[in-house]
């Protein structure tokens, strides 16, 4: 049986105000860490098969960050990433295709998610959550169906400094 990744991502750091929550665009600086965030994510997993992000304009355009150094073979939007909680989100993941996967939404889920699959190590780093532009990265010598709640698997934490 082949290695399965999943690389979570929380949103790079947005703007405070736009004319709603899901407009809100990123910074200067969030710009800059997502990229960084994509060069880090090649050298730890390489190419990825799917990429997902959420719809919100933050999200987006960390996604499209990332992108520019990780290659993905097929990317989509999905609002339903933008109002998930750590339950939908992780039967999202459960029925992905293929080996590989990022995706790029918000706190408190992505971090939930990571604590609720995670193993006692992931437990402790993630019990308050966790960064803007920063990936969790699990892997699992299962499929996609694996990654449910008590998996107790290792979580990697991957986040670039405030300060760029």
Not at 18 to 39: F, K, Q, V
Not at 60 to 81: C, V
Not at 108 to 123: C, E, N, R, W
Request: aromatic share 6%; with cysteine; glycine share 10%.
């Amino acid at each position: 049986m082949s290695q399965c990744t999943l690389i979570l991502v929380r949103h790079s750091d947005p703007e405070y105000f736009a004319l709603s929550d899901h407009s809100r665009p990123l910074t200067d600086l969030g710009l800059r860490r997502a990229h960084e965030l994509g060069i880090k994510l090649q050298a730890e997993v390489g190419d990825i098969e799917l990429g997902v992000s959420s719809t919100a304009v933050r999200a987006w355009q960390t996604f499209d960050e990332i992108a520019k150094n990780l290659p993905m073979r097929t990317t989509y939007k999905d609002r339903s990433i933008y109002d998930a909680g750590a339950e939908s989100l992780i039967e999202t993941i459960n029925s992905l295709p293929g080996e590989s996967a990022l995706i790029v939404g918000h706190q408190p889920t992505i971090g939930h998610v990571g604590y609720l699959i995670g193993d006692d190590s992931a437990k402790a780093d993630l019990g308050t959550g966790v960064g803007k532009a920063t990936a969790l990265i699990i892997q699992s010598e299962g499929s996609f169906a694996d990654f449910r709640p008590g998996a107790n698997l290792p979580v990697r934490i991957v986040t670039v400094p405030r300060m760029l």
